[in-house]
C-alpha cells in the first residue's frame, strides 16, 4: 500500500522482513495465519513498506511496548504518520493525556453504559427480527455495521443518513486500497468533524461531544485541533473495532457448530465466551514511537521510528496462551488478551464494547440458534490497522 524505503544502515539485514501489514496476504484470505508467520524469529522485526517501521513479534514485547511510555510515544499511533492533530486521548502521551481521559470516564459509567445498553438490545432485537424469517443475512450490512455504529451516531447525536459516509470514510483510512480513496476518506472526515465543531460550540447539545467541548482539561477548555483529535477518536473507535469483532465472532461461530451449542445451551458462557473471542481475534495492529536512539531487543532504534504492536502477535504466542490458536471457552486467562490495549491507553469504550458483544450473543442465539457460512458466497476478510470481516453471508433453516 505506501511506499517502499532502503533499510537504513542500523537495521541488521537479518532483522529485515518484506511484510506490509495493509497487505500481509491476498485480498480476502485470513489475516490472523498472515500475521503468525512472523512468529518464531527475532522479538523485533523491520520491514521497508509502509515508511519503514518496526514489528513486535511476541506477546511479550507487544504487551511491553503498549504499557512502557518511557521508551514508547504514543503520538504516532498510526502508520505511516500522518500530518494531522493528534487522535485524543489515543495519540497522548503523559502527562497530558490525563485530563482527556478523565474527562471521559463519566461517558462509561456504568449509569451511562446501563443506558446505552438497553438502547443496544432493544435495537439488536429489532435488526435480528427484521430478518431472521428470511433464512439469511449479509451479517456485516445487515448487523454489525448497524448496532454498534447506530449506539455511537445517538450517543454523538448525529444523523443516521451519516452512517455510510462516515463508515466509508473511516474504513477507507483503516483498510486503504487506494491512496486516492484514502486521501478522499481524510477529507470528507477532517470536514466533517471541522463543521461539527463549529456546529456543537454555536449550538450545544446534551450529547457526549458538546460535553466534552465545555469540559475542564487542565483548568481550560480544549482548543479546536484537539476536538478534533476528540471526534476522530470517537468516531473511528466507535465505528470500526466493535463491528470488525463483531465479525470475526460471527465467523468464528458459523465455522464451529460445537461452540456454538455450547452457548445456545449454556447462555451463561457467554461473557467467557466474548473474551476467548475477543483473544483468538483481536482486531487492532496499532503503532507507538522510539522516543530516543536505544538497543530493544538486539535491535538498533533510532528516535522517531514506529514500531507496530498487533494485538494478534500477542494472542498467538505459546509462551503466552497454551495452544493459542484453539477457540476453547473454558480457558482460565483469556481475559489478559490485548484486544482493549494495556496501561494507561486501555480502551476507554470498553465496558460498552462488552455489553453490545454481549446483548449480540444473546438475542441473536435465542432467536437463529443454528445458522452456518452461505455455500455459495464465502465470507471476504480484510486488514490494515484493524482486522476486518468486510462480508460475512449467513444461511439458516428458517423453522
Same mark, same amino acid.
Given at each position: 500500500?505506501?511506499? !517502499?524505503?532502503?533499510?537504513?544502515?542500523?537495521? @541488521?539485514?537479518?532483522?529485515?522482513?518484506?511484510?506490509?501489514?495493509?497487505?500481509?496476504?491476498?485480498?480476502?484470505?485470513?489475516?490472523?495465519? @498472515?500475521?503468525?508467520?512472523?512468529? =518464531?524469529?527475532?522479538?523485533?522485526?523491520?520491514?521497508?513498506?509502509?515508511?519503514?517501521?518496526?514489528?513486535?513479534?511476541?506477546?511479550?514485547?507487544?504487551?511491553?511496548?503498549?504499557?512502557?511510555?518511557?521508551?514508547?510515544?504514543? *503520538?504516532?499511533?498510526?502508520?505511516?504518520?500522518?500530518?494531522?492533530?493528534? @487522535?485524543?486521548?489515543?495519540?497522548?502521551?503523559?502527562?497530558?493525556?490525563?485530563?482527556?481521559?478523565?474527562?471521559?470516564?463519566?461517558?462509561?459509567?456504568?449509569?451511562?453504559?446501563?443506558?446505552?445498553?438497553?438502547?443496544?438490545? #432493544?435495537?439488536?432485537? +429489532?435488526?435480528?427480527? =427484521?430478518?431472521?424469517?428470511?433464512?439469511?443475512? +449479509?451479517?456485516?450490512?445487515?448487523?454489525? !455495521?448497524?448496532?454498534?455504529?447506530?449506539?455511537?451516531?445517538?450517543?454523538?447525536?448525529?444523523?443516521?443518513?451519516?452512517?455510510?459516509?462516515?463508515?466509508? @470514510? /473511516?474504513?477507507?483510512?483503516?483498510?486503504?486500497?487506494?491512496?486516492?480513496?484514502?486521501?478522499?476518506?481524510?477529507?470528507?472526515?477532517?470536514?466533517?468533524?471541522?463543521?461539527?465543531?463549529?456546529?456543537?460550540?454555536?449550538?450545544?447539545?446534551?450529547?457526549?461531544?458538546?460535553?466534552?467541548?465545555?469540559?475542564?482539561?487542565?483548568? *481550560?477548555?480544549?482548543?479546536?485541533?484537539?476536538?478534533?483529535?476528540?471526534?476522530?477518536?470517537?468516531?473511528?473507535?466507535?465505528?470500526?473495532?466493535?463491528?470488525?469483532?463483531?465479525?470475526?465472532?460471527?465467523?468464528?461461530?458459523?465455522?464451529?457448530?460445537?461452540?456454538?451449542?455450547?452457548?445456545?445451551?449454556?447462555?451463561?458462557?457467554?461473557?467467557?465466551?466474548?473474551?476467548?473471542?475477543?483473544?483468538?481475534?483481536?482486531?487492532?495492529?496499532?503503532?507507538?514511537?522510539?522516543?530516543?536512539?536505544?538497543?530493544?531487543?538486539?535491535?538498533?532504534?533510532? #528516535?522517531?521510528?514506529?514500531?507496530?504492536?498487533?494485538?494478534?502477535?500477542?494472542?498467538?504466542?505459546?509462551?503466552?496462551?497454551?495452544?493459542?490458536?484453539?477457540?476453547?471457552?473454558?480457558?482460565?486467562?483469556?481475559?489478559?488478551?490485548?484486544?482493549?490495549?494495556?496501561?494507561?491507553?486501555?480502551?476507554?469504550?470498553?465496558?460498552?464494547?462488552?455489553?453490545?458483544?454481549?446483548?449480540?450473543?444473546?438475542?441473536?442465539?435465542?432467536?437463529?440458534?443454528?445458522?452456518?457460512?452461505?455455500?455459495?458466497?464465502?465470507?471476504?476478510?480484510?486488514?490494515?490497522? /484493524?482486522?476486518?470481516?468486510?462480508?460475512?453471508?449467513?444461511?439458516?433453516?428458517?423453522?
Amino acid at each position: 500500500m505506501g511506499m !517502499q524505503v532502503a533499510r537504513p544502515d542500523h537495521v @541488521a539485514s537479518e532483522l529485515a522482513v518484506d511484510f506490509d501489514f495493509y497487505a500481509p496476504c491476498p485480498r480476502g484470505e485470513d489475516p490472523f495465519e @498472515a500475521w503468525a508467520k512472523l512468529q =518464531g524469529g527475532p522479538p523485533v522485526v523491520w520491514t521497508p513498506h509502509n515508511g519503514g517501521h518496526w514489528i513486535a513479534t511476541t506477546g511479550a514485547v507487544t504487551k511491553e511496548v503498549l504499557t512502557d511510555v518511557e521508551r514508547f510515544s504514543s *503520538r504516532f499511533a498510526f502508520i505511516p504518520k500522518a500530518d494531522r492533530p493528534p @487522535a485524543v486521548p489515543l495519540e497522548l502521551d503523559p502527562p497530558v493525556h490525563a485530563p482527556f481521559r478523565r474527562m471521559l470516564l463519566p461517558v462509561m459509567s456504568p449509569q451511562s453504559v446501563r443506558k446505552w445498553a438497553e438502547e443496544a438490545r #432493544a435495537l439488536a432485537v +429489532e435488526l435480528i427480527e =427484521g430478518f431472521a424469517a428470511r433464512g439469511r443475512c +449479509e451479517f456485516m450490512a445487515d448487523f454489525a !455495521q448497524q448496532l454498534p455504529i447506530i449506539i455511537i451516531l445517538r450517543m454523538l447525536n448525529l444523523p443516521m443518513a451519516d452512517r455510510l459516509p462516515l463508515l466509508e @470514510a /473511516v474504513n477507507s483510512n483503516l483498510r486503504p486500497t487506494s491512496e486516492d480513496r484514502k486521501v478522499a476518506g481524510r477529507q470528507y472526515m477532517n470536514d466533517y468533524i471541522r463543521n461539527l465543531i463549529a456546529e456543537r460550540r454555536a449550538h450545544p447539545g446534551e450529547d457526549i461531544f458538546s460535553g466534552a467541548l465545555v469540559a475542564d482539561v487542565g483548568g *481550560r477548555v480544549m482548543t479546536d485541533d484537539e476536538a478534533a483529535g476528540l471526534a476522530s477518536g470517537l468516531i473511528g473507535g466507535g465505528l470500526d473495532p466493535v463491528t470488525a469483532t463483531m465479525g470475526w465472532q460471527a465467523l468464528c461461530l458459523a465455522r464451529n457448530p460445537d461452540l456454538r451449542a455450547q452457548l445456545v445451551s449454556n447462555p451463561d458462557l457467554i461473557p467467557r465466551a466474548i473474551e476467548e473471542m475477543m483473544r483468538r481475534y483481536p482486531v487492532p495492529n496499532i503503532a507507538r514511537v522510539v522516543r530516543e536512539d536505544m538497543e530493544y531487543e538486539g535491535a538498533q532504534m533510532k #528516535a522517531g521510528e514506529q514500531i507496530l504492536v498487533s494485538a494478534c502477535m500477542h494472542s498467538m504466542d505459546p509462551a503466552v496462551f497454551a495452544d493459542p490458536l484453539t477457540v476453547d471457552f473454558t480457558r482460565k486467562d483469556a481475559w489478559k488478551h490485548s484486544s482493549f490495549s494495556h496501561g494507561n491507553h486501555r480502551c476507554i469504550g470498553a465496558p460498552l464494547a462488552m455489553q453490545e458483544l454481549r446483548i449480540f450473543h444473546e438475542e441473536w442465539l435465542k432467536r437463529i440458534p443454528d445458522f452456518r457460512l452461505d455455500p455459495d458466497a464465502p465470507p471476504v476478510l480484510a486488514t490494515g490497522i /484493524v482486522h476486518a470481516v468486510e462480508s460475512l453471508p449467513l444461511v439458516w433453516t428458517v423453522a
